[in-house]
């Protein structure tokens, strides 16, 4: 696996109160060259009742979405238990461990971070971010949070577009996804 930083997208989730939505910018690279301005990194997942979002390679980031989805299922659409079997099984799978990606996960209670090394974190704050622009996105979202702004799906928006305008790996072709 490589273990260098994930330099491809960033993607932002944002809850407040019982309002949940997830972004990701559209922009696909290779080495320092722009491929795809439009791609779609979030998804929906259990009916709309999960939201997930992927940094890294695109088809490994699509396997562990797919075993991702089994886990939800077979674990009765609790993302916390799915979170945790699916890095589990990515930790120590000998093909899965292989897999370069992280995933951002979210419903309407619960923030996970998942990577091949095991880790399953949970931030503080209902604020999660991953990729290459994770931390301007992440420092973006606070500020306009603590500056008042109460819709998620606003704050997303905004801090996607401020990521955009400052790393050279996310564009501002923004997918916001917002749970029912």
């Excluded at 491929?35 to 992927?54: E, H, I, P, Q």
């Excluded at 990577?115 to 704050?125: L, M, N």
């Amino acid at each position: 696996m490589n273990h260098l930083p994930i330099r491809s997208t960033t993607i932002l989730g944002v809850r407040i109160g019982r309002q949940v939505s997830l972004g990701g910018d559209g922009q696909v690279t290779m080495g320092e060259m722009q491929l795809k301005s439009k791609a779609v990194k979030v998804r929906a997942f259990a009916d709309g009742k999960v939201l997930g979002g992927f940094a890294g390679a695109v088809a490994d980031a699509l396997t562990l979405f797919d075993k991702f989805e089994t886990k939800l299922e077979e674990y009765n659409q609790n993302l916390q238990r799915a979170a945790v079997e699916l890095a589990k099984e990515w930790r120590t799978d000998k093909y899965l461990r292989e897999l370069d990606a992280l995933l951002a996960l979210m419903d309407r209670k619960n923030s996970y971070i998942l990577s091949g090394t095991g880790d399953v974190i949970d931030p503080e704050g209902g604020v999660i971010s991953i990729g290459s622009g994770s931390g301007y996105a992440l420092a973006a979202a606070r500020a306009l949070i603590l500056a008042g702004r109460k819709d998620p799906h606003d704050v997303v928006d905004s801090a996607l577009k401020i990521t955009a305008d400052i790393c050279i790996y996310s564009n501002n072709q923004i997918t916001i996804l917002d749970l029912e």
